[in-house]
């Protein structure tokens, strides 16, 4: 589980802004909100983040998506970019390093893995690991500008042979992270393969809300065996008030029209699988069809009938589904996509009551109604605002000091939590 995540100098963060995941004293619905990691160490389940249009929401979580991808990418060589963007509003920060750190917790052990780099090198990488109460380095990596290399400080309590770590430090190129080159090299197992393994199994891609979430329905309906997903989803469907009573997912063939061939000529995938598919003359897709009840009858309805809210929902009860029962973190930019605010609220509802494992999620959102609900901690709500130098800044609702009896929804609409939009006059003369 994540405990903390720290970003500088990243897209519109300029100066130093963490999101932390460690529960504040309030002890309300601690079972529900937390789960223990370690003994007398708790971590929240949920991380909400608030703010105006462009104020920074998207980018913490694209730094944390980021950050996966650091770890994890192999460049194809060592003149490929990092794809880090600095904060580009001031000559200084422009060609400032880029600083990003993350506290997580896999099997009971707290690690730290810290980053500085700019659009060509790594600079610095560390990977601490405290199996007590002091911390015990792992590695650390340097970039020499003067020869233009990478050196890395194996730590001892790594267990790894001297031969493992050449071939590491031989793959580790200077836009190239450790555990990336570390997962491309055949060396024996350590405690890098259980912070391999977290990032590229557990942290997730950020679900934006232009995320077609229906090839994923399909996919994973497509594989269930057993019945479960399926009957989870029409349980949590019913339970949100919809009329469905079945979805049905089946196969459809489609003869390859002239405009198709062309179409899969050019398509990007191997040479064999497209004259597979011409020689076949026609293509299978997958289709969703629900039934829906009305008074005494009973309606089949394809996918392109329902409405989005409706195909964005079951996207949503699948990903509820596969967050209960596997440990995942995930992000989710702008959740109230498509969805009224009560299935928002049920969602979480759900998600709390039913979560016994490690996951995680940390939303974006403009719905303010969940401000005002009395089920909502105030240790998961953040707020994003821009300075008048375009710079964003984070802060956490429990650490502004709002007394207990007052409503931060008010609060919010006041604008005593974070500057509201400046709106000019609704008026306006289209001749000047």
Partial sequence: ?????????????????????????????????????????????????????????????????????????????????????????DDTSRNKMTKMSMVFYINQSKYILSFELDAKHIYSEILIVYDSIRPTKLYHRSYDAATDSTTIDFGANLKMTKKSQDVISGNTINNCSVLAAFGKSNVERTKLNAVYDYFAKQVTDVLTPRTLLSRYVKSLLDKDETGDLKKFILNFLKASDFNIEDVILHEKEEPITPEWEQLIQNAPF???????????????????????????????????????????????????????????????????????????????????????????????????????????????????????????????LSSLGLHKNLSPYNAYKQGKLVKLPFLGSQYINLDD
Avoid: C
């Fill in 270 to 396: 191997d040479k064999e699988v497209k004259t597979e598919m011409l020689r076949k003359g026609k293509i299978t897709h997958t289709e969703l069809t629900f039934k829906h009840k009305a008074g005494d009858k009973v309606y089949n309805l394809s996918e392109e009938y329902e409405s989005n809210g409706t195909m964005r929902f079951l996207g949503m009860a699948v990903i509820l589904n596969f967050l209960l029962k596997t440990n995942r973190f995930l992000s989710i930019d702008e959740v109230e996509t498509s969805i009224h605010y009560e299935l928002l609220a049920y969602f979480l509802k759900v998600f709390l009551a039913n979560s016994n494992g490690t996951s995680q999620i940390l939303l974006t959102t403009h719905d303010i109604n969940l401000l005002n609900e009395d089920f909502i901690r105030r240790d998961t709500i953040w707020f994003t605002d821009k300075d008048e130098l375009g710079e964003t800044k984070i802060v956490r």
């Fill in 1 to 89: 589980m994540i405990a903390e995540f720290s970003i500088e100098n990243f897209f519109s963060i300029k100066s130093e802004q963490k999101i932390s995941f460690e529960p504040s004293a309030d002890t309300f619905m601690s079972a529900e909100y937390s789960y223990e990691v370690k003994e007398g160490i708790r971590l929240l389940k949920v991380g909400i983040i608030y703010g105006a249009n462009a104020s920074g929401k998207t980018n913490i979580l694209n730094a944390i998506e980021f950050f996966k991808t650091l770890v994890l990418r192999m460049p194809k060589d060592r003149n490929e970019e990092t794809g880090v963007v600095p904060f580009m509003l």
